[in-house]
């Protein structure tokens, strides 16, 4: 394989894969295979509203650092932002109670419809702005997980999962910010006042960028990207003057959307599909580019170089004149902020059980015990001598194998399930267990069928990686 050569330093801050719907193409892995060869080093996957890219993302990361291909892997995500989520859920309440419908209101997840972000949204309930979050270490990933998750809580969804400033100073530790596209919270306020000139554009972007500024200091940058889009051209030169009177540093992003160049009548095609069944909107065009050259962005991941062309392409074609040496510097400083600002690291692994399910006066070996007990007693077992021997045996087991506080932590789970429903096991030999219905993880007791419990503690392992992302988006 020929590596290609570049010499600007650059990372892509700003990319997406298949798991922005309907909006980009291509697997994490085809994005850092194509990277690599393109003479990167590093390459940030930042998916619209998730991170589920992050575990394909890490495990081909190692194994390209096997096969000698080293591609420094960062996480993050293109999350959508909205100022005030106490405020956007009081006009959602209201829009239901006093918006008279035919049909019942459509809360289900929609797909990325860039256009409507770049605009102000007819449905107040859909505003959204983009908002790039990459991390710095396994804190700012931590972070990053507990975003995600409360963005997808019922207060805070609608067709979209959404953040806002509250929940960015509340867990921004760790974590690097950036303006993101035309439909970024910078762009937002372009959109907004343009009418009224650029005084007043120029006004609502200081603004935006001084709260940005004080939640994340220096770890908030001032995003530039290059196209044929004339507005495109229009956001930069504010958010370049803004941020030099703000004390904020720019970078320049490529915002891929598919994996390499040849493929953007693929991602064309894909991104029309996502309007079957639908009714199309107005900026949207049936007609495929037949070239590179009829495209207004060319969305691969591209090396310094390339952004440099890009750059020097895009605004000659929109006949916009900047700082040749400012936008040098807002590439390089990608390489930088990559290799400088951001650990190597992959995330953690190991299983993250919380700390509350274990009485504060007990180990976790006590706590076990003392439910064996308080068990059989309360179903009447405790005098049957198969059942107290049976549970002994499968109590060592447990205690033996350090799975005392995993069990401790299924019971918190089981009963905040049986709550509201029954619960039974689901399949396999851990059904056998007497541990579950004494411990009222499940409700049936089957020891009287001949189960067996030697299984039990394989399918436990195997359930353990499941947990790990579960407990730390939840708990730490």
Not at 100 to 115: A, G, L, N, P, T
Not at 246 to 255: P, Q
Not at 266 to 290: F, H
Request: charged letters at 30%; hydrophobic letters at 35%.
């Amino acid at each position: 394989m020929t590596r290609t050569e570049s010499n600007i330093p650059f990372v892509n801050l700003h990319g997406h894969t298949t798991f922005s719907i309907f909006d980009a193409i291509g697997y994490p892995q085809e994005h850092m295979d194509f990277a690599y060869e393109n003479g990167s080093k590093a390459l940030a996957i930042t998916d619209h509203g998730n991170m589920n890219a992050l575990s394909y993302q890490v495990l081909h990361a190692k194994k390209m650092k096997e096969e000698g291909r080293d591609l420094k892997p960062i996480y993050g995500i293109e999350a959508y932002f909205i100022d005030d989520l106490d405020k956007w859920k009081g006009e959602y309440e209201e829009h239901k109670t006093t918006q008279k419908k035919k049909k019942k209101e459509d809360i289900s997840m929609s797909v990325e419809d860039e256009q409507e972000s770049k605009r102000a949204a007819k449905n107040i309930l859909n505003r959204r702005a983009h908002l790039v979050l990459v991390a710095q270490n396994q804190k700012g990933l931590t972070n990053l997980f507990q975003l995600v998750s409360k963005s997808f809580q019922p207060e805070s969804f609608y067709r979209y999962p959404r953040m806002d400033y509250k929940m960015l100073e509340e867990h921004n530790e760790g974590i690097i910010c950036s303006s993101a596209c035309l439909g970024g919270p910078l762009s937002k306020d372009y959109w907004n006042n343009r009418e009224q000139g650029p005084k007043a554009v120029k006004n609502a972007m200081t603004d935006t960028v001084r709260r940005f500024k004080d939640i994340f200091g220096d770890r908030f940058y001032g995003e530039l990207q290059w196209n044929a889009v004339p507005e495109q051209h229009e956001v930069n030169k504010h958010i370049i003057e803004v941020c030099a009177e703000e004390g904020i540093e720019t970078i320049s992003t490529a915002d891929s959307h598919y994996p390499r160049p040849e493929l953007y009548k693929d991602r064309e095609l894909y991104k029309q599909l996502g309007w079957l069944g639908k009714s199309k909107p107005d900026y949207a065009d049936n007609k495929l580019p037949n070239s590179r050259e009829e495209l207004k962005y060319e969305l691969y991941p591209k090396n310094g170089e390339q952004m440099w062309k890009a750059y020097k392409r895009y605004s000659r074609e929109c006949n916009v004149v900047y700082d040749d040496d400012a936008v040098l510097g807002s590439i390089e400083r990608t390489s930088h902020i990559a290799f400088n600002r951001i650990d190597s690291f992959y995330p953690v692994a190991e299983v993250q059980l919380p700390e509350f399910v274990v009485p504060k006066d007990k180990t976790e070996e006590e706590a076990l015990m003392e439910m064996c007990v308080s068990g059989l007693k309360a179903k009447g077992l405790h005098k049957n001598n198969e059942y107290v021997l049976r549970l002994q045996k499968e109590y060592a087991v447990i205690k033996d194998r350090g799975f005392a506080k995993y069990f401790l932590t299924m019971k918190a789970i089981s009963d905040k399930a049986q709550s509201c429903q029954l619960v039974g096991s689901g399949r396999g030999s851990a059904a056998g267990s007497l541990s579950h219905p004494v411990w009222k993880l499940q409700q049936l007791i089957r020891i009287r069928l001949g189960l067996f419990f030697r299984q039990f503690l394989p399918r436990i392992a195997a359930a353990i990686p499941t947990l790990i992302m579960m407990f730390q988006i939840r708990w730490n």
